[in-house]
């Protein structure tokens, strides 16, 4: 930045490298203006390490927004880019909420235009330029946020069907025991969503594990009406049809009650009053099995 007579002529470039160049002291003003709940990570009781985090992130945000200024407009669409998603992905692993993210985004934009103003007056920067860097700036800045919230949603909605699916796992457990026999203990309640999991991913669990025989349990379920026996019913199609010999165990006597109403037939599968009486049948030990 080179000053001509009593007024500086100062490019878009010169601006962002000004700020660049500021930006450690943009960023301690940040930290001074930030004051978060306790266990949020942008408390003043935040961990060195957090610190450290929130220190080159905020270098980057900085970066980010003021490459706007640049001619080339594609490197500003890439460190958006990549900002959005550095950042977005940190404070979804961090558990920061957004508004919180979004909070500490609106001071940091107040900090950088606070230097650009001191720029203004240091310089007496015309006030044509001045609006045409205020137009600037706080379209970037519009962006990040945007770009920010789309991005904390994407990742947001990963995690929450990745932990989703591991419960779903969970709760349709395919144990193997020994000799190409498997268990599959039902517990809990079973609605139509959950019905239709076990129908989908039981079979094929139990050919990915290699299981002939599957110890289907229903000790653990607190009631079972017909709904749910017409579900169990199509279970037990299926595994006949690839192969499969489904036997039950843990049926009381309320519910073999159900079993004998009129539609309902388990055929000709092989039923035990518990889980250890099936075992003992099958000549499974205690020792070959952990549940």
């Known amino acids: 930045m080179e000053r001509e007579d009593a007024q500086m002529s100062l490019t878009d470039k010169s601006l962002y490298d000004y700020i660049v160049k500021n930006s450690a002291k943009?960023?301690?003003?940040?930290?001074?203006l930030m004051n978060g709940k306790d266990g949020s990570i942008y408390s003043k009781k935040s961990s060195s390490s957090v610190k450290g985090l929130l220190e080159n992130q905020h270098a980057s945000t900085i970066k980010t927004a003021m490459s706007a200024f640049l001619e080339d407009q594609q490197a500003f669409s890439d460190?958006?880019?990549n900002w959005a998603k550095d950042v977005a992905q940190s404070r979804v692993d961090l558990g920061t909420p957004a508004h919180e993210v979004l909070q500490a985004l609106s001071i940091t934009r107040k900090t950088i235009w606070d230097e650009i103003e001191l720029c203004i007056l240091m310089y007496r920067i015309p006030t044509e330029t001045v609006l045409k860097w205020s137009s600037i700036f706080h379209c970037a800045f519009d962006q990040l946020n945007n770009q920010f919230g789309s991005m904390y949603h994407e990742f947001t909605q990963d995690r929450f069907f990745a932990q989703q699916k591991l419960i779903q796992e969970l709760s349709i457990p395919v144990i193997p025991i020994i000799n190409h026999i498997g268990v599959f203990p039902l517990i809990g309640n079973i609605d139509s969503i959950r019905?239709?999991?076990i129908l989908e991913q039981v079979p094929e669990r139990c050919l990915l594990e290699k299981i002939s025989y599957l110890l289907i349990d229903l000790s653990g379920i607190a009631?079972?009406?017909?709904?749910?026996?017409?579900e169990l019913l199509k279970l037990i199609k299926v595994l006949h049809f690839i192969g499969i010999k489904p036997i039950l165990s843990?049926?009381?006597p309320e519910v073999a009650e159900t079993i004998e109403q009129p539609g309902i037939s388990l055929g000709?599968?092989?039923t035990y009053a518990t889980l250890k009486q099936a075992f003992s049948k099958w000549g499974i030990e205690r020792n070959d099995y952990s549940l």
């Open 223 to 230: 009631v079972i009406d017909t709904i749910i026996l017409h």
């Open 195 to 197: 019905a239709k999991l």
């Open 268 to 270: 000709e599968v092989e």
């Open 26 to 32: 943009i960023t301690e003003k940040w930290f001074t």
């Open 79 to 81: 460190n958006l880019s």
């Open 250 to 252: 843990g049926i009381r």
